[in-house]
């Protein structure tokens, strides 16, 4: 044990019965709602815990002559909201996320099957890539839809504090000025950022697993502990949220500013963030944030996965193995 300091994984494992082990199965109704309960659990957890630095993102892109740095920008809030203006729309963070976490999670093992039984056992290695791509989009879309109620209203808290206390308030205003449209005013824009983020950082995901076993480690993934597992989906989770954080700015940017009225269109936001606006700004706090975030989100989930003897996330051997 003393050689494999994630040793106490197996052993928490282990402790759970075999029969609760062997109870859910892979590609079963249980399998889907547990992985669904994870990704809920890992994606709600992580973003309430980054809310006070989301509510400085949020700041910085609608107002970045005030806010101009990370440091300055924490300041300002503090000195003008204290300790309850770092955290406005802690609710939308929580159920917002985990609501879509628990969409993208489970229906991305839900599409990933799905896509893999129609290739076909001959054509999945060599097609790969359209089944992440395809799988991710998927489940995005669905996840969106969820969360973009909690987004519209937890824009609006962070960036116009007098708008609502949280999401008890917050959603009867925003339904009284908007209506149901109101509060999905940002779908598409949404789509626009998540989608690209999405298919990237999964296929990212899936192809750095893979070739770490291949390449760094050298040995199938069911023949390495637990504990080293967990660590492969720690470095490719990280390496995957950054890439899908660059790709998607220019779209979180567009989000923001239609969310708080600073634009009415796609068209007329792009013109006063400007073209080297949408690739730049909050871009650092960005990468700052998501990529720990999304090593977490795959850590939580994996280890929720293992905990209740399922295979850590990463390749189609299963999805092969079970046709």
């Not at 109704?29 to 630095?53: D, E, K, Q, W």
């Not at 990370?70 to 609501?99: C, H, N, P, R």
């Amino acid at each position: 044990m003393a050689d494999d300091p994630f040793a106490m994984v197996d052993g928490i494992r282990d402790s759970y019965s075999t029969r609760e082990a062997e109870s859910i199965k892979m590609f079963t109704g249980r399998y889907y709602v547990a992985c669904a309960a994870g990704g809920m659990v890992s994606a709600g957890a992580t973003h309430f815990l980054i809310t006070p630095m989301d509510v400085l993102k949020v700041n910085m892109q609608v107002d970045p002559k005030k806010y101009k740095s990370i440091l300055s920008g924490l300041d300002t809030l503090w000195q003008e909201q204290g300790v309850t203006g770092l955290w406005k729309g802690w609710g939308g963070k929580l159920y917002g996320y985990g609501a879509q976490g628990a969409c993208r999670f489970g229906l991305y093992e839900y599409f990933k099957k799905y896509y893999c039984d129609m290739v076909g056992p001959d054509n999945i290695q060599q097609h790969r890539t359209p089944v992440y791509l395809a799988s991710s989009a998927s489940a995005q879309i669905i996840a969106d839809v969820a969360l973009c109620p909690f987004e519209a209203v937890k824009v609006r808290i962070q960036a116009q504090p007098a708008f609502a206390k949280g999401l008890f308030d917050g959603f009867p205003r925003m339904y009284s000025s908007g209506g149901f449209l109101g509060l999905y005013k940002g779908l598409l824009p949404l789509w626009g950022r998540n989608l690209p983020f999405s298919m990237i950082m999964f296929s990212s995901f899936e192809h750095l697993v893979d070739l770490m076993y291949k390449h760094a480690i050298q040995r199938q993934k069911a023949d390495c502990p637990k504990g080293v597992q967990l660590g492969v989906t720690c470095v490719a989770g990280y390496l995957s949220g950054s890439i899908g954080t660059i790709v998607s700015n220019p779209a979180d940017n567009i989000v923001t500013s239609l969310y708080n009225n600073k634009a009415h269109n796609f068209v007329q936001a792009i013109r006063k963030i400007g073209l080297f606006g949408l690739f730049t700004r909050s871009l650092p706090l960005r990468v700052m944030l998501v990529g720990p975030v999304i090593t977490m989100q795959w850590f939580i989930y994996d280890t929720i996965k293992v905990m209740i003897g399922l295979p850590t996330s990463g390749g189609i051997d299963h999805h092969i193995a079970g046709q």
